[in-house]
């Protein structure tokens, strides 16, 4: 309701005031007047409809009752908007002083009218519904009722789709595991080729302001953005990607004829392929979008660094064996499942002001619910070879047969117990206990668990910032009910390269392997040296016994 409608309105209830205590003469001929005047509540026919929000006042001035019971109306209507919308407009109304002039009375009728076509558009719905005793009674509907259930229809239905999606990404993700390490390094490689695109896409030439107008027409979309864009992609995987292979797989590539040049000189044809497209970053720079331009070229090697370099590191933690990329990442969603649950239970302290929603009481919860879970989901999973060796054999499966020496944090051992300690225990138990069997791992997975719980969840705090940074509430549509991969995969990538080197620092065993040993040879040894050493080794084997074919 506006200011000038509040205003009439109080006006004419005053103006209605002052003519009921006025004494009246009932003159001839006024009998119908004087009658109409004792019933003033219209038909119910006559209700006025919500719908009518433009009537015109007509040609004549209608009777006394029909303005006294419009009157009636417009104070209910309001008296009904100050209740639902405040009071201020009305006090402020209120304290005009009262005109009462013989003009205002003429015109009373027709200010009914106006006043009554703005309280219609402006108030609540309202229904007139007549007593026995004749007076009438007016019902206030919130207009926004219907807005507020279908907010909350499509609430459930987001929520509907969610948790649907979830068990989706769950099942799909225990499958793959299941299929064996090539098919989990294609789901890693998927992932990142969506959170680049996602990333990538906030930067384009296509919506860049010119710095000058002397500029070079860009001829619609330019080109060479989202080309540079995936050529650079592109190499960046080759790189690294070619790195582990020739790393992992010493003794398939070192031993292939075909392969043997692209391992031997990975890194000058990585050094090349970047400098053709460097030169060709450069060929494309067009006067008046230069800075746009060098804050693309900025943006994507940000990006290659944030994501493709941290998918490199999450693949060569599945190469080391699939419970180093397994159990992190089982923590880090775990401790955002806690961490909501706690956060609606009991969280009433915000956390950090770029995610409004993170509570301080769901973050410890989330805390010591994930290093109670570690403990338990790592013990579970480390009882199986399938996911703590080493891959060396891509055609693996979980229905394979696999074998191997254990690394030393997964081989069970046994600790003597503190007498008063083993005291306690053994009146507590009402059995003997005086040593306790624990695996090394099972200390590995606190820290793992503490990163994931206090460290992991400021990835999503940083693309929080990123998304508010851009105005955007998610990066994209990758996922029904999720939003975007990159939603997803904010605390996955910096959990993934704290494994990587946690375990290449603290866990992995250094030890000389065959694919090591033929690197150096077929890198390091000429022909004539590597036939000598052949001819070396033959004779030791013979000289033990052993019959070399």
Request: glycine share 6%.
């Amino acid at each position: 309701m506006t200011k000038s409608a509040i205003k009439k309105a109080n006006r004419l209830a005053r103006i209605e005031r002052k003519q009921r205590q006025k004494p009246k003469t009932q003159l001839p001929g006024d009998e119908d007047t004087a009658t109409a005047a004792q019933d003033p509540t219209p038909p119910v026919s006559q209700a006025v409809s919500p719908i009518k929000s433009e009537e015109q006042p007509p040609s004549q001035p209608p009777p006394e009752t029909r303005s006294e019971s419009l009157a009636s109306y417009v104070n209910s209507v309001a008296e009904a908007h100050v209740e639902v919308n405040g009071s201020a407009h009305v006090q402020e109304a209120t304290s005009t002083a009262p005109l009462d002039t013989p003009a205002e009375k003429e015109t009373e009728t027709h200010v009914l009218y106006e006043v009554k076509s703005e309280l219609v558009e402006t108030a609540p719905i309202t229904q007139t519904a007549p007593f026995t005793n004749g007076s009438a009674a007016t019902t206030v509907h919130d207009k926004s009722t219907p807005t507020q259930d279908s907010e909350q229809i499509k609430k459930r239905q987001n929520a509907l789709t969610r948790i649907l999606w979830t068990f989706i990404m769950i099942g799909g993700f225990v499958c793959l595991l299941l299929l064996g390490h090539a098919y989990m390094i294609l789901l890693v490689l998927l992932c990142q080729t969506l959170v680049y695109r996602e990333v990538t896409a906030l930067f384009s030439l296509k919506t860049a302001t010119p710095e000058s107008s002397d500029v070079e027409p860009l001829k619609g979309k330019d080109p060479w953005s989202k080309t540079l864009n995936w050529y650079f992609f592109a190499v960046t995987n080759y790189f690294l990607y070619g790195e582990s292979i020739i790393y992992y797989f010493k003794h398939v590539v070192f031993a292939d004829a075909n392969l043997l040049p692209f391992a031997t000189n990975h890194r000058m044809i990585s050094f090349t392929l970047y400098t053709i497209g460097f030169m060709g970053f450069v060929m494309s720079l067009k006067k008046g979008y230069l800075k746009q331009q060098f804050g693309l070229f900025c943006w994507v090697h940000m990006s290659l660094l944030l994501i493709v370099v941290s998918s490199h590191f999450i693949v060569n933690n599945i190469l080391e064996g699939l419970i180093w990329f397994w159990v992190p990442a089982s923590l880090v969603i775990c401790n955002d499942c806690f961490a909501y649950i706690w956060g609606i239970t009991i969280g009433r302290t915000p956390l950090i002001k770029l995610s409004p929603k993170k509570t301080v009481e769901g973050f410890i919860g989330a805390f010591i619910s994930t290093v109670l879970f570690a403990v338990f989901w790592g013990t579970l999973f480390m009882r199986f070879d399938y996911m703590t060796c080493p891959v060396h054999d891509l055609g693996v499966s979980a229905f394979s047969s696999t074998a191997c020496t254990p690394n030393p944090v997964f081989v069970w051992k046994t600790v003597e117990l503190w007498r008063p300690i083993s005291v306690f225990l053994t009146a507590l138990t009402s059995h003997s206990v005086k040593t306790i069997s624990y695996a090394p791992y099972q200390l590995h997975l606190l820290v793992l668990a503490c990163f994931a719980s206090l460290v992991a969840p400021f990835g999503g705090f940083f693309a929080s910032g990123f998304k508010r940074a851009f105005n955007i509430k998610d990066f994209g549509h990758s996922i029904p009910g999720h939003g975007g991969m990159t939603d997803r995969m904010d605390c996955q990538f910096l959990m993934g390269v704290f494994t990587y080197v946690y375990y290449s620092s603290l866990i992995r065993v250094h030890h000389v392997t065959v694919g090591g040993i033929l690197q150096t040879i077929v890198s390091g040894l000429t022909v004539e040296q590597q036939l000598e050493l052949i001819h070396d080794l033959t004779m030791y084997l013979e000289r033990q016994g052993i019959a070399v074919p």
